[in-house]
């Protein structure tokens, strides 16, 4: 008897993802559950104001619309499941909108929704605990203010969905590998004492919640990854021991290598011996990536620590407004001229809110990018001749903004020589919509079930605190030797992922070679890596450089975890930084010169 194996593949990996994805997987029909991730906290923050105004909103309406309703005929005729986040806020609503777009099409495909995530109701009382901001330590914001307020909830609900009888899951908060994790219970029968399978069911789950981003989007050696217009969505062979081979539609453009799933595996992670999930407390630091064939990638060796005791919760509030522009400058000393202009138009703009009794701008940035303002010291770009200049503030009143922006039209034909761009609508001020976390002991959230107008209680196991005093850290390299080295940019050494954390990023770094990885650990310390991110920290940060940068080894991947806190200003939308987000830290990364043996710079330079 063959053993079992589910496959599972992952359609989407943010609101707004490509609607062909789903057809794309119906097509050779070998899958057996397609899962979809729509959420981030701006995401929720979006839905929030949406159901605000209509009640029957507040949910992925394209989930519906472009991606289950032009498709649900195939996957009732093949049985495919359905599992999704798409709830968003409102997982009620986009069942009831599922089941009209079923009734429509004459099918019988069952749909249920997972309740209690969304906290928005209790908020007074959430407020009146005196939560604090688990990674600032902030006290809660002004209640009026606050948008959203949702748990991170956890697998086995969707899986007792499933069992129940469930074509299709919508969710609303839960962890993005949940929609993946939640099948695999279902499907092997695991229980919450099967750790191992759990991280790893986990780590599958991690691979899929970003689409192509595991095969071939984003990745360091783009120029492998060929046909992106075709781009193949990931696919995961499970195994019941929780190992599973990644692969993607045949004839499908885009790359599935070693390369391609470690960087996805880095992907906005902490401590990867620490990955806190509601269901299991997963250790990726001796993952193992073996190519199998071509365009096959074998996963193996994820273990779990009995799950935390908490629930991540996260709300979203109102704070200040924003805005901004960009404009475009070429000819000679064009970075000169923009700091110029940035300098005029900062100046007329306090000038005019003085004048009207405002106070002066709490934030502002200048980033002139074509003259590499985002490699700080480390730019090397000189007589700069074309540049985007992006110019934007923060001010407690929109008022403020607007009159920035004003000013930034106004002083057209006086600025220096060479400003050009595209025309277009006068950009207005927007809510920065801030983000608050807190950790809520487990027991409190009340879980449900709706299938076919019947509630089913699913609470939660009250999972064990978690002692990262205990966890054993793998032996750092031993330092090279060698005393006659040559400096070699980090890119031919290493392949490079980053992203973002609230107001923390991480950059993830994979050794190309097991033999370069001591090379890298010697030379990107944390004194190191705060030195290259210094203008994105705060002042001083590079003389804190252990309170800053956390550096974490993972021997399976010969890779190093970077997570570097409050470098993004703020983050999501309350920054108001070029990339807020830390998706190009990793190239930045990447740029840093690495002392290697004469051998090695022979070998990458060759």
Same mark, same amino acid.
């Given at each position: 008897?063959?053993e079992?194996?589910i496959?599972?593949?992952?359609?989407?990996?943010?609101?707004?993802?490509?609607?062909?994805?789903?057809?794309?997987?119906?097509?050779?029909?070998?899958?057996?559950f397609?899962?979809?991730?729509?959420?981030?906290e701006?995401t929720m923050?979006?839905?929030a104001?949406?159901?605000?105004?209509?009640p029957?909103?507040?949910?992925?309406?394209?989930?519906v619309?472009?991606?289950?309703k032009?498709?649900?005929?195939?996957?009732?005729?093949?049985?495919?499941?359905?599992?999704?986040?798409?709830?968003?806020?409102?997982?009620?609503?986009?069942?009831?909108a599922l089941?009209?777009?079923?009734?429509?099409l004459?099918?019988?495909l069952?749909?249920a929704?997972i309740?209690?995530?969304?906290?928005?109701?209790?908020?007074?009382?959430?407020?009146a605990?005196?939560?604090?901001?688990?990674?600032?330590g902030d006290?809660?914001p002004?209640?009026?203010?606050?948008?959203?307020i949702n748990?991170?909830l956890?697998?086995f609900?969707i899986?007792r $969905?499933?069992k129940? /009888? @469930?074509? %299709?899951? #919508?969710? *609303?908060?839960?962890v &993005?590998? $949940?929609v993946?994790? /939640? @099948?695999? %219970?279902d #499907?092997? *029968?695991?229980?919450? &004492?099967d750790?191992?399978?759990?991280a790893?069911?986990?780590?599958?789950?991690?691979?899929?919640?970003?689409?192509p981003?595991?095969?071939?989007?984003?990745?360091?050696?783009?120029?492998?990854?060929?046909?992106l217009?075709n781009?193949?969505?990931?696919?995961?062979?499970?195994?019941t021991d929780?190992?599973?081979?990644?692969s993607?539609?045949?004839?499908t453009?885009?790359?599935?290598?070693?390369?391609?799933i470690?960087?996805q595996?880095?992907?906005?992670?902490?401590?990867?011996?620490?990955?806190?999930?509601?269901?299991?407390?997963?250790?990726f630091s001796?993952?193992?990536?073996?190519?199998?064939?071509?365009?096959?990638?074998?996963?193996?060796?994820?273990?779990?620590?009995?799950?935390?005791?908490?629930?991540?919760?996260?709300?979203?509030?109102?704070?200040?407004?924003?805005?901004?522009?960009?404009?475009?400058?070429?000819?000679f000393?064009?970075?000169?001229?923009?700091n110029?202009?940035?300098a005029?138009?900062?100046?007329a703009?306090r000038?005019?809110?003085?004048?009207?009794?405002?106070?002066?701008?709490?934030?502002?940035?200048?980033e002139?990018?074509?003259a590499?303002s985002?490699?700080?010291?480390?730019?090397?770009?000189?007589?700069?001749?074309?540049l985007s200049?992006?110019?934007a503030?923060?001010?407690?009143?929109?008022?403020?903004?607007?009159?920035?922006?004003?000013?930034c039209v106004?002083?057209?034909?006086?600025?220096p020589?060479?400003?050009?761009?595209?025309?277009?609508?006068?950009?207005?001020?927007?809510?920065?919509?801030?983000?608050?976390?807190?950790?809520?002991?487990k027991?409190?959230m009340p879980?449900?079930?709706?299938?076919?107008?019947?509630?089913?209680?699913c609470?939660?196991?009250l999972?064990?605190p978690?002692?990262?005093?205990?966890?054993?850290?793998?032996q750092?390299?031993?330092?090279?030797?060698d005393?006659?080295?040559?400096?070699?940019?980090?890119?031919k050494?290493?392949?490079?992922?980053?992203?973002?954390?609230?107001?923390?990023?991480?950059?993830?770094?994979?050794?190309?070679?097991?033999?370069?990885l001591?090379?890298?650990?010697?030379?990107?310390n944390e004194?190191a890596?705060?030195e290259?991110?210094?203008?994105?920290?705060?002042e001083?940060?590079?003389?804190?450089?252990?309170s800053?940068?956390?550096?974490?080894?993972?021997p399976?991947?010969?890779a190093?975890?970077?997570?570097?806190h409050?470098?993004?200003?703020?983050?999501?939308?309350?920054?108001?930084?070029n990339?807020?987000?830390?998706?190009?830290?990793?190239?930045?990364m990447?740029?840093a010169s690495?002392p290697?043996?004469?051998?090695?710079?022979?070998?990458?330079n060759?």
């Amino acid at each position: 008897m063959s053993e079992k194996m589910i496959r599972i593949a992952g359609a989407s990996g943010f609101w707004g993802d490509a609607a062909r994805a789903t057809p794309q997987l119906l097509k050779d029909e070998n899958v057996d559950f397609i899962v979809y991730d729509y959420l981030a906290e701006i995401t929720m923050s979006i839905m929030a104001r949406a159901r605000a105004k209509n009640p029957d909103a507040g949910y992925a309406l394209d989930f519906v619309s472009a991606a289950m309703k032009p498709n649900l005929k195939e996957i009732a005729r093949q049985g495919v499941r359905i599992v999704s986040n798409a709830g968003g806020v409102n997982p009620q609503a986009c069942a009831n909108a599922l089941r009209g777009a079923i009734a429509d099409l004459g099918l019988s495909l069952k749909v249920a929704c997972i309740l209690g995530d969304d906290m928005i109701s209790q908020r007074d009382k959430v407020a009146a605990q005196g939560y604090k901001e688990m990674f600032s330590g902030d006290d809660f914001p002004d209640v009026e203010k606050v948008a959203s307020i949702n748990a991170y909830l956890g697998a086995f609900p969707i899986a007792r $969905a499933l069992k129940e /009888g @469930a074509d %299709i899951v #919508v969710t *609303g908060r839960c962890v &993005d590998s $949940a929609v993946t994790l /939640g @099948a695999c %219970i279902d #499907v092997f *029968g695991w229980g919450r &004492d099967d750790l191992d399978q759990l991280a790893m069911g986990s780590l599958a789950g991690h691979i899929l919640e970003c689409g192509p981003q595991a095969t071939g989007g984003n990745f360091t050696d783009w120029e492998l990854s060929n046909n992106l217009e075709n781009i193949g969505y990931p696919i995961a062979a499970i195994k019941t021991d929780g190992s599973f081979v990644c692969s993607k539609p045949e004839g499908t453009g885009g790359l599935i290598s070693v390369g391609t799933i470690a960087e996805q595996m880095v992907y906005e992670i902490g401590d990867p011996q620490a990955y806190i999930l509601p269901d299991v407390v997963c250790d990726f630091s001796n993952v193992t990536l073996t190519e199998i064939g071509e365009n096959l990638v074998e996963v193996t060796g994820a273990t779990g620590l009995p799950a935390p005791d908490t629930y991540k919760v996260c709300s979203t509030y109102a704070d200040q407004f924003r805005g901004g522009t960009t404009m475009t400058f070429y000819g000679f000393d064009a970075d000169k001229k923009a700091n110029k202009l940035a300098a005029a138009i900062f100046t007329a703009s306090r000038r005019t809110l003085k004048m009207f009794g405002l106070e002066d701008y709490s934030e502002t940035s200048v980033e002139l990018i074509g003259a590499e303002s985002q490699y700080g010291a480390n730019a090397a770009v000189a007589n700069c001749r074309e540049l985007s200049m992006k110019i934007a503030v923060k001010h407690a009143d929109p008022a403020g903004i607007g009159i920035l922006l004003k000013e930034c039209v106004g002083l057209g034909l006086a600025t220096p020589p060479g400003l050009s761009g595209f025309a277009g609508a006068r950009p207005k001020p927007s809510p920065v919509v801030r983000l608050f976390s807190f950790l809520l002991p487990k027991g409190n959230m009340p879980i449900q079930i709706e299938l076919d107008g019947a509630y089913i209680d699913c609470p939660d196991a009250l999972g064990a605190p978690l002692n990262r005093a205990l966890i054993e850290r793998p032996q750092a390299p031993s330092a090279p030797l060698d005393s006659n080295t040559v400096n070699v940019s980090l890119i031919k050494l290493a392949l490079a992922r980053s992203g973002d954390k609230g107001n923390k990023a991480n950059v993830g770094i994979i050794a190309r070679k097991p033999e370069y990885l001591p090379y890298i650990y010697a030379a990107l310390n944390e004194q190191a890596v705060a030195e290259r991110f210094a203008h994105f920290l705060p002042e001083g940060a590079t003389q804190q450089s252990l309170s800053y940068v956390e550096r974490y080894l993972m021997p399976g991947t010969n890779a190093i975890n970077f997570l570097i806190h409050d470098v993004l200003g703020g983050g999501g939308m309350a920054s108001i930084r070029n990339d807020a987000q830390g998706k190009g830290f990793g190239q930045l990364m990447l740029d840093a010169s690495i002392p290697v043996s004469k051998a090695i710079a022979a070998e990458v330079n060759a």
